[in-house]
């Protein structure tokens, strides 16, 4: 009996990750990040535009951290050295990086985990701050919900991950704290494909960020920067197709 239970316990463990539930929390090594599986799903867009999220896809559970990308940094695959703006390293989550240094970060995570990361496309994010709801998810002034200029929150600067509720895909930070880089060329947002980058000089940037008003803390709100451009409240967050 306890034979056959252990072989039962090794198939399950040898299930594919687009087994696992929405929610489910996966890290493929010891330097990544957490990951939450998101779930397939077709929702209309708070933006006014519509997507459909056609497999279940992972998600950084948090916002990249310095301690992360500072492994990667030590690996020789990602420049050196992002300035914390003397906020701290460790769990705060990684600014002062480009575009292109995110896609330096996700480059090395693949080959570290032999599966494929990459940024979140501009569609996809808005999916996933909405946590799937098609309604527009937002920062409440002065609700301490979310790390923002006027959320009520205790920070001055970029917050620790994790130090607000998540969403309810399991997903902190989707709002505020730091701009999050995205895939998408924003001359052409809300396409669910990735974008053919060559070229490509604006990328967009999503979510708001501690040194904004509660106003441009929200799902509908974009920005965007060269991708060369650096800044003390610009980050990413990564994702991995299943």
């Not at 279940?56 to 948090?62: R, S």
């Not at 301690?67 to 002062?96: L, M």
Request: proline letters at 5%; charged letters at 20%.
């Amino acid at each position: 009996m306890l034979r056959i239970l252990a072989v039962l316990l090794a198939l399950l463990l040898a299930l594919p990750a687009t087994a696992q539930a929405p929610g489910t929390v996966l890290r493929d090594c010891v330097e990544c990040p957490e990951m939450v599986v998101v779930p397939a799903g077709y929702t209309r867009l708070a933006s006014g535009g519509t997507v459909r999220i056609e497999t279940p896809f992972l998600v950084g559970k948090f916002e990249v951290t310095f301690e992360e990308y500072d492994a990667c940094v030590r690996a020789g695959a990602c420049a050196c050295c992002p300035d914390d703006n003397g906020w701290g390293r460790r769990r705060q989550p990684v600014i002062d990086v480009s575009w292109h240094d995110a896609q330096d970060y996700a480059d090395w995570l693949s080959k570290r985990a032999g599966k494929t990361y990459r940024l979140l496309s501009e569609a996809e994010w808005e999916y996933a701050a909405q946590a799937g709801t098609g309604r527009e998810a937002f920062a409440r002034a002065g609700a301490d919900e979310a790390n923002c200029n006027g959320c009520g929150s205790l920070w001055h600067g970029p917050a620790p991950v994790g130090s607000f509720s998540p969403n309810g895909f399991g997903l902190h930070d989707m709002l505020g704290n730091v701009w999050e880089w995205t895939d998408t060329c924003r001359e052409n947002p809300f396409s669910q494909m990735m974008q053919d980058i060559r070229g490509c000089v604006m990328q967009s940037l999503r979510g708001g960020a501690y040194t904004d008003r509660p106003s441009l803390v929200r799902s509908i709100k974009g920005d965007k920067a060269t991708t060369n451009g650096r800044g003390v409240n610009v980050g990413f967050r990564v994702a991995r197709t299943l």
